[in-house]
T-cell receptor, first 112, second 116 residues
Framework: KAGVTQTPRYLIKTRGQQVTLSCSPI?????VSWYQQTPGQGLQFLFEYFSETQRNKGNFPGRFSGRQFSNSRSEMNVSTLELGDSALYLCASSFAGADGYTFGSGTRLTVV | DQQVKQNSPSLSVQEGRISILNCDYTNSMFDYFLWYKKYPAEGPTFLISISSIKDKNEDGRFTVFLNKSAKHLSLHIVPSQPGDSAVYFC???????????????FGKGTHLIIQP
Protein backbone atom coordinates (compact mmCIF):
# COMPACT_ATOMS: atom_id res chain seq x y z
CA LYS A 1 0.00 0.00 0.00
CA ALA A 2 1.52 3.33 -1.04
CA GLY A 3 2.23 5.80 1.75
CA VAL A 4 1.53 9.51 1.93
CA THR A 5 3.24 11.25 -0.98
CA GLN A 6 4.31 14.86 -0.84
CA THR A 7 5.64 16.87 -3.75
CA PRO A 8 8.00 18.49 -4.27
CA ARG A 9 10.55 17.29 -1.71
CA TYR A 10 12.56 20.51 -1.82
CA LEU A 11 11.67 24.03 -2.88
CA ILE A 12 13.46 27.38 -2.87
CA LYS A 13 11.39 30.52 -3.22
CA THR A 14 11.97 34.26 -2.93
CA ARG A 15 10.30 36.53 -0.38
CA GLY A 16 6.97 37.80 -1.64
CA GLN A 17 6.32 34.85 -3.93
CA GLN A 18 3.64 32.25 -3.40
CA VAL A 19 4.00 28.49 -3.25
CA THR A 20 1.74 25.45 -3.60
CA LEU A 21 2.57 22.12 -1.99
CA SER A 22 0.84 18.87 -2.82
CA CYS A 23 -0.12 15.82 -0.76
CA SER A 24 -1.57 12.51 -1.89
CA PRO A 25 -2.95 10.56 1.07
CA ILE A 26 -3.05 6.81 1.53
CA UNK A 27 -5.77 5.28 -0.61
CA UNK A 28 -9.03 5.27 1.33
CA UNK A 29 -7.97 7.96 3.79
CA UNK A 30 -10.35 10.90 3.80
CA UNK A 31 -8.66 13.14 6.37
CA VAL A 32 -5.60 15.16 5.43
CA SER A 33 -3.79 17.43 7.89
CA TRP A 34 -0.89 19.81 7.37
CA TYR A 35 1.86 20.65 9.85
CA GLN A 36 4.79 23.03 9.88
CA GLN A 37 8.05 21.99 11.55
CA THR A 38 10.69 24.55 12.49
CA PRO A 39 13.64 24.24 14.88
CA GLY A 40 12.23 26.92 17.18
CA GLN A 41 8.52 26.06 17.28
CA GLY A 42 8.59 22.32 16.62
CA LEU A 43 5.65 20.67 14.89
CA GLN A 44 2.62 22.94 14.62
CA PHE A 45 -0.81 22.14 13.24
CA LEU A 46 -1.91 24.19 10.23
CA PHE A 47 -5.28 22.75 9.19
CA GLU A 48 -7.22 19.58 8.50
CA TYR A 49 -9.46 18.68 5.57
CA PHE A 50 -12.06 15.95 5.56
CA SER A 51 -14.24 15.16 2.56
CA GLU A 52 -13.20 18.40 0.82
CA THR A 53 -14.11 20.59 3.82
CA GLN A 54 -11.77 22.35 6.19
CA ARG A 55 -12.70 20.82 9.51
CA ASN A 56 -10.12 22.34 11.80
CA LYS A 57 -7.60 25.15 11.68
CA GLY A 58 -4.49 26.01 13.69
CA ASN A 59 -3.19 29.42 14.65
CA PHE A 60 -1.59 30.58 11.42
CA PRO A 61 -2.20 33.77 9.39
CA GLY A 62 -4.54 33.82 6.42
CA ARG A 63 -1.56 33.63 4.04
CA PHE A 64 -1.68 29.90 4.70
CA SER A 65 -4.57 28.17 2.97
CA GLY A 66 -5.42 24.78 1.63
CA ARG A 67 -7.96 22.71 -0.18
CA GLN A 68 -8.90 19.11 -0.72
CA PHE A 69 -10.13 17.52 -3.91
CA SER A 70 -12.76 14.84 -4.40
CA ASN A 71 -10.04 12.16 -4.61
CA SER A 72 -8.80 13.33 -1.15
CA ARG A 73 -5.60 14.80 -2.55
CA SER A 74 -4.78 18.07 -0.85
CA GLU A 75 -2.83 21.21 -1.66
CA MET A 76 -1.46 23.83 0.66
CA ASN A 77 -0.77 27.37 -0.50
CA VAL A 78 1.33 30.05 1.13
CA SER A 79 1.09 33.54 -0.35
CA THR A 80 3.46 36.49 0.12
CA LEU A 81 6.24 34.31 1.48
CA GLU A 82 8.31 35.53 4.40
CA LEU A 83 11.75 34.34 5.52
CA GLY A 84 10.12 32.83 8.61
CA ASP A 85 8.05 30.49 6.44
CA SER A 86 11.18 28.44 5.79
CA ALA A 87 10.31 25.07 7.29
CA LEU A 88 9.55 21.42 6.71
CA TYR A 89 5.88 21.11 5.75
CA LEU A 90 4.38 17.76 6.62
CA CYS A 91 1.14 16.23 5.47
CA ALA A 92 -0.60 13.47 7.40
CA SER A 93 -3.54 11.31 6.42
CA SER A 94 -5.94 9.11 8.33
CA PHE A 95 -9.17 7.30 7.64
CA ALA A 96 -11.40 9.41 9.85
CA GLY A 97 -9.10 11.89 11.54
CA ALA A 98 -9.10 10.28 14.97
CA ASP A 99 -6.91 7.23 14.38
CA GLY A 100 -3.15 7.06 13.96
CA TYR A 101 -2.07 9.61 11.40
CA THR A 102 0.45 8.57 8.74
CA PHE A 103 2.88 11.28 7.75
CA GLY A 104 4.59 11.91 4.46
CA SER A 105 8.30 12.73 4.20
CA GLY A 106 7.56 16.42 3.90
CA THR A 107 8.45 19.32 1.64
CA ARG A 108 11.46 21.38 2.69
CA LEU A 109 10.69 25.00 1.81
CA THR A 110 13.47 27.56 1.89
CA VAL A 111 12.58 31.24 1.46
CA VAL A 112 15.46 33.51 0.46
CA ASP B 1 2.08 28.41 26.28
CA GLN B 2 3.20 24.85 25.64
CA GLN B 3 0.30 22.47 26.13
CA VAL B 4 2.40 19.35 25.59
CA LYS B 5 5.83 19.24 27.19
CA GLN B 6 8.68 16.82 26.83
CA ASN B 7 11.13 18.09 29.40
CA SER B 8 14.08 15.91 28.40
CA PRO B 9 15.61 17.07 25.12
CA SER B 10 17.77 13.96 25.04
CA LEU B 11 18.09 10.56 26.72
CA SER B 12 20.90 8.03 26.52
CA VAL B 13 20.18 4.35 27.27
CA GLN B 14 22.25 1.20 26.98
CA GLU B 15 21.20 -1.41 24.46
CA GLY B 16 18.98 -4.04 26.05
CA ARG B 17 17.82 -1.78 28.88
CA ILE B 18 14.47 -0.03 29.25
CA SER B 19 13.96 3.41 27.71
CA ILE B 20 11.37 5.61 29.40
CA LEU B 21 10.26 8.77 27.64
CA ASN B 22 8.03 11.19 29.49
CA CYS B 23 5.41 13.70 28.44
CA ASP B 24 3.22 16.13 30.38
CA TYR B 25 0.18 18.02 29.18
CA THR B 26 -1.84 20.89 30.54
CA ASN B 27 -5.05 20.87 28.48
CA SER B 28 -7.68 18.76 30.26
CA MET B 29 -9.67 18.54 27.00
CA PHE B 30 -7.04 16.23 25.50
CA ASP B 31 -8.33 12.68 25.43
CA TYR B 32 -6.24 10.99 22.75
CA PHE B 33 -2.47 10.65 22.90
CA LEU B 34 0.05 9.38 20.40
CA TRP B 35 3.77 8.73 20.18
CA TYR B 36 5.74 9.24 17.00
CA LYS B 37 9.32 8.43 16.09
CA LYS B 38 11.24 10.59 13.65
CA TYR B 39 14.48 10.17 11.75
CA PRO B 40 16.18 13.17 10.11
CA ALA B 41 14.76 14.12 6.68
CA GLU B 42 11.74 11.84 7.17
CA GLY B 43 8.21 12.39 8.39
CA PRO B 44 7.19 11.15 11.85
CA THR B 45 6.27 7.47 12.07
CA PHE B 46 3.30 6.50 14.23
CA LEU B 47 4.25 4.17 17.08
CA ILE B 48 1.40 3.77 19.51
CA SER B 49 -1.63 5.63 20.83
CA ILE B 50 -3.88 5.61 23.86
CA SER B 51 -7.26 7.11 24.58
CA SER B 52 -8.21 8.56 27.93
CA ILE B 53 -10.50 5.64 28.78
CA LYS B 54 -7.41 3.46 29.18
CA ASP B 55 -4.33 3.77 31.36
CA LYS B 56 -2.09 1.39 29.44
CA ASN B 57 -1.62 0.20 25.88
CA GLU B 58 0.96 -2.29 24.62
CA ASP B 59 2.30 -3.09 21.20
CA GLY B 60 5.29 -5.39 21.11
CA ARG B 61 8.26 -3.69 22.75
CA PHE B 62 6.33 -0.44 23.17
CA THR B 63 4.01 0.37 26.08
CA VAL B 64 2.33 3.69 26.75
CA PHE B 65 1.07 4.56 30.22
CA LEU B 66 -1.41 7.36 30.90
CA ASN B 67 -1.95 9.00 34.27
CA LYS B 68 -4.89 11.36 33.76
CA SER B 69 -4.88 12.82 37.26
CA ALA B 70 -1.24 13.83 36.85
CA LYS B 71 -1.71 14.74 33.17
CA HIS B 72 1.31 12.61 32.40
CA LEU B 73 2.10 9.88 29.93
CA SER B 74 5.16 7.81 29.29
CA LEU B 75 6.48 5.54 26.59
CA HIS B 76 8.44 2.45 27.63
CA ILE B 77 10.63 0.61 25.16
CA VAL B 78 11.83 -2.80 26.29
CA PRO B 79 14.39 -3.95 25.36
CA SER B 80 16.00 -0.94 23.69
CA GLN B 81 17.68 -1.62 20.36
CA PRO B 82 20.15 0.45 18.30
CA GLY B 83 17.47 1.08 15.66
CA ASP B 84 15.40 2.85 18.31
CA SER B 85 17.79 5.81 18.21
CA ALA B 86 15.64 8.67 16.89
CA VAL B 87 13.64 11.68 18.06
CA TYR B 88 10.40 10.73 19.81
CA PHE B 89 7.43 13.07 19.81
CA CYS B 90 4.47 12.97 22.13
CA UNK B 91 1.23 14.33 20.64
CA UNK B 92 -2.24 14.99 22.02
CA UNK B 93 -5.65 15.71 20.61
CA UNK B 94 -9.27 16.12 21.63
CA UNK B 95 -11.72 13.71 20.02
CA UNK B 96 -14.90 15.21 18.63
CA UNK B 97 -18.32 13.80 19.41
CA UNK B 98 -19.30 14.18 15.76
CA UNK B 99 -16.25 12.29 14.54
CA UNK B 100 -12.65 13.13 13.96
CA UNK B 101 -10.38 15.01 16.28
CA UNK B 102 -8.73 18.38 16.69
CA UNK B 103 -5.31 18.80 15.19
CA UNK B 104 -2.43 17.15 16.99
CA UNK B 105 -0.49 19.25 19.49
CA PHE B 106 3.10 18.05 19.62
CA GLY B 107 5.79 18.25 22.25
CA LYS B 108 9.25 19.43 21.21
CA GLY B 109 10.63 15.89 21.15
CA THR B 110 13.19 13.79 23.00
CA HIS B 111 16.29 12.56 21.20
CA LEU B 112 16.81 8.95 22.29
CA ILE B 113 20.31 7.55 21.86
CA ILE B 114 20.81 3.82 22.33
CA GLN B 115 24.40 3.02 23.22
CA PRO B 116 25.88 -0.39 22.38
Amino acid sequence: KAGVTQTPRYLIKTRGQQVTLSCSPISGHRSVSWYQQTPGQGLQFLFEYFSETQRNKGNFPGRFSGRQFSNSRSEMNVSTLELGDSALYLCASSFAGADGYTFGSGTRLTVV
Amino acid sequence: DQQVKQNSPSLSVQEGRISILNCDYTNSMFDYFLWYKKYPAEGPTFLISISSIKDKNEDGRFTVFLNKSAKHLSLHIVPSQPGDSAVYFCAASALRSGGGADGLTFGKGTHLIIQP
